[in-house]
């Protein structure tokens, strides 16, 4: 008689456990104290403004609104182009693959300069918009509504210029590496997450500061 032996049932691999990206989890966390930050910026802005609504209505018609308008457009803009970047560099697309009038080729350097360009221009805009405003008296020693225009729009326009510079190292760092991987395609995400946040933050702005009298 014979005994039937049966080889061992074959072990099924472990279902893959999807982890969360440390670093973008790490930057959406960054983020919400940012979004912490600005809300004590609007939260000075309105204080302020409640105390002394004469002094608004009479600066804020010193305001350039057609000037801000368009240049929030070039900003909001800036965020597709940025997006535009971004699907680039998911399917690990560095540079353009065609002409460079070929826009449906272009890779995420080429989206990225793109969305330098644009941002670099919101701040040259706001720059000038300073500068008339000081010409005509609205200063920060000057009262309230100079300060707290200033120091909101201010330091938007500094979280604005950081971005621009992290757009320059993704670029460089794309141009420098020998292969463009998922370490790459990664730290391009993130400054998106960035350059999106400080798109919401002007819009928030631009309502509560512009039109908001």
């Not at 809300?39 to 801000?68: C, D, I, S």
């Not at 420098?176 to 391009?188: D, V």
């Not at 400080?198 to 512009?210: H, K, M, N, S, T």
Request: proline letters at 4%.
């Amino acid at each position: 008689m014979t005994t039937a032996t049966h080889a061992p049932a074959a072990r099924q691999p472990a279902p893959a456990i999807n982890r969360p990206n440390l670093t973008a989890v790490g930057t959406i966390v960054w983020l919400a104290s940012e979004l912490m930050f600005f809300a004590g910026l609007f939260a000075m802005y309105f204080t302020l403004r409640a105390t002394q609504p004469e002094l608004w209505t009479e600066e804020a018609a010193k305001l350039n609104v057609p000037m801000a308008l368009a240049n929030t457009t070039v900003l909001v803009l800036s965020s597709v182009t940025c997006q535009f970047g971004v699907f680039a560099a998911e399917r690990l697309q560095p540079r353009r693959t065609g002409g460079l009038l070929q826009v449906a080729k272009w890779g995420m350097v080429e989206w990225f300069i793109l969305t330098f360009f644009m941002g670099a221009i919101f701040v040259s805009v706001q720059a000038y918009e300073y500068a008339e405003l000081i010409s005509h008296g609205v200063t920060i020693p000057a009262h309230a509504y100079g300060s707290a225009f200033y120091i909101t729009t201010g330091f938007h326009a500094l979280h604005v210029t950081a971005g621009l510079i992290a757009f320059l190292i993704i670029i460089g760092r794309a141009f420098l590496a020998k292969r463009f991987g998922h370490f790459e395609a990664t730290s391009a995400i993130v400054v998106s997450y960035y350059w999106h946040f400080v798109d919401v933050i002007w819009i928030a702005l631009f309502i509560i500061v512009y039109f908001l009298r």
